[in-house]
């Protein structure tokens, strides 16, 4: 497997993981709301990877989120948001 994820800096909120594609909007403002937070979580674009990588990631993904739908933030390896939703991202991570 390559350096991914990659890392934001942050509050500390728990492990948070983000996957999520390149181009997809709702992805991106999934980012900027975890960014607005201002907490630290990681993040994988899936679509970027080399694709023995980005078959591996999207396996793992897979594990939280059947459907295999972006974005997918797991929370602390037990909560799974699927799509953007603010209000269930702000109950989460506060």
Known sequence: ???FP???EGRDAGDVLLYALST???CRRARQYLDSLGIAYSYIYVDLLEPAD???AV???AAFN???SFPTIVIGGARVITGFDEKAL???LG
Request: net charge positive; aromatic share 4%; proline share 5%.
């Open 54 to 56: 980005r078959d591996e």
């Open 6 to 8: 990659a890392r934001v």
């Open 90 to 92: 702000r109950e989460a």
């Open 59 to 61: 396996e793992a993904m």
């Open 66 to 68: 059947p459907r295999r």
């Open 1 to 3: 497997m390559s350096a």
């Open 24 to 26: 997809c909007v709702w």
